[in-house]
């Protein structure tokens, strides 16, 4: 858990890339450890679209946490309730919104089901519809006599339906019809979110959050309930085409927040190893599982920072942090690894008036304050100086080779991996600290050598503070 550094590591990075994993995924999951900052990083994208007047996104948000008490059936009732209360709360049910013939006459169907269900087979049974093939003339024109009676009443029924009143009756208690979408709610829902989107060039996005609180054994049962409606493939009295694998209601994304691994050992435990995960979870996103994690992101700050104080590039500054060793530390201790560090060497100087170059130096400080071992940066001094690193011998040699007690020039004594035993001598020292050096080699192979040059290098240490 990150606690409060959260609200010191930007995430504008990982935004960008979830803006452009929502414009080419319909479908995804948002994949990172519990306590990572799965929900910190949407509310965050949340925020940055709210405030981007060119931001295509507005978010329906559902927490199925709140599900996990009730029956499949109960379930997709509260999704359709959370989600209509939620696009009335965002003006996107158009006022002038018009409930059409079908979907009374489908309405009618549903709250009626046994009422015409008995009619109709009352209906035929009165006529001896036993024998279709003698009677289905006869049984045609009644039918249609029938149907002419049933399309009446729905008329009348289509006349006393107010949707405003409708909603408010759906939004205080739940109806009691199908768990598919076939629903005159589901129906309203869908025609005005497609709507609004066409209409302000928007796009909604369904976010299915907080998954990794569920209870294991209630994960897969919501789960596949969600599958069973986000691409229901069946449409009553409809043909079937490609609009059946459109997401449920309409919206342009939906996005599952959960850690994917996780989800995936929970699967096989329940179903077996054998179980095809891949085939269960292609239902929840297309193409690929977009991951995040805020200790990635503030490692990456972290680096980030270290890089704009020191002058290096990143990879001289990621030599010295074993990965995932920044993110152990806390934010407040990184940022305040940077304040003042000039302070401690200022009054160094590599000959009279000239100071060092302040970029080695300034990450030794930075990594010394954050728990980097002196033994540790002696070890990778002695390194660069092995593998004649001009980089680091043009700013460190001066330091180096200055003997504390005449105040002169030594030679400094290295083992290169490609030049054998030679010193490093100081030729010049120009005044923006660097030096020039010749470098002459050594017959005789000093024990203590190796040993010298890490004194050496731990003696500049000291002076840093």
Request: glycine residues 4%; proline residues 2%.
């Amino acid at each position: 858990m990150l606690n409060d550094d959260s609200v010191f590591i930007p995430v504008d990075d990982a935004i960008d890339r979830f803006h452009n994993h929502l414009l080419s995924h319909e479908r995804i999951v948002l994949s990172a450890k519990f306590g990572d900052g799965k929900s910190f990083f949407l509310n965050e994208f949340k925020k940055k679209c709210a405030n981007d007047d060119n931001s295509p996104y507005e978010f329906i948000t559902l927490y199925p946490v709140n599900y996990q008490v009730l029956e499949n059936k109960d379930i997709f009732e509260l999704i359709k309730h959370d989600v209509l209360l939620q696009i009335l709360q965002l003006g996107i049910i158009d006022v002038d919104y018009k409930v059409s013939d079908e979907m009374a006459f489908a309405f009618y169907l549903q709250n009626n089901f046994c009422t015409v269900a008995e009619s109709l087979f009352s209906m035929l049974s009165s006529v001896g519809f036993v024998n279709q093939t003698n009677q289905s003339l006869f049984g045609v024109f009644l039918v249609i006599k029938w149907l002419k009676s049933l399309k009446d009443k729905v008329n009348e029924f289509k006349k006393e339906v107010d949707q405003t009143v409708l909603l408010d009756d759906y939004l205080a208690k739940f109806d009691k019809t199908s768990v598919y979408e076939n629903d005159i709610i589901t129906k309203i829902i869908r025609d005005n979110i497609i709507t609004y989107e066409r209409r302000n060039n928007k796009k909604i996005v369904l976010v299915i959050e907080d998954m990794d609180r569920l209870d294991p054994a209630h994960l897969f049962r919501i789960m596949n309930v969600f599958s069973a409606h986000m691409d229901y493939g069946y449409r009553n009295m409809s043909p079937i085409d490609n609009t059946l694998f459109d997401n449920k209601f309409g919206v342009s994304n939906v996005v599952f927040v959960m850690h994917e691994d996780n989800t995936k050992a929970l699967f096989h435990h329940f179903y077996g190893e054998e179980a095809d995960y891949d085939g269960y979870m292609s239902k929840f996103y297309n193409k690929d599982i977009f991951k995040f994690s805020l200790e990635e992101e503030k490692e990456k700050y972290a680096i980030r920072l270290i890089v704009q104080n020191t002058g290096l590039d990143v990879y001289r500054v990621t030599e010295f942090f074993e990965n995932g060793f920044l993110t152990s530390l806390s934010m407040r201790k990184i940022v305040s690894a940077m304040d003042k560090v000039e302070e401690l060497f200022r009054s160094l100087e590599v000959k009279e008036g000239v100071n060092p170059d302040p970029q080695l130096l300034r990450l030794f400080v930075i990594a010394k304050r954050l728990g980097i071992s002196n033994d540790y940066i002696v070890l990778k001094i002695a390194q660069y100086f092995s593998n004649i690193d001009r980089f680091c011998i043009d700013r460190l040699l001066p330091l180096l080779a200055r003997n504390p007690k005449t105040n002169t020039l030594d030679k400094v004594y290295v083992q290169t991996d490609n030049y054998g035993i030679c010193y490093l001598l100081v030729e010049d020292i120009k005044n923006n600290g660097l030096c020039s050096y010749s470098m002459i080699e050594s017959y005789n192979n000093h024990n203590d050598g190796e040993k010298k040059l890490k004194q050496k290098i731990a003696y500049m240490l000291s002076l840093l503070g």
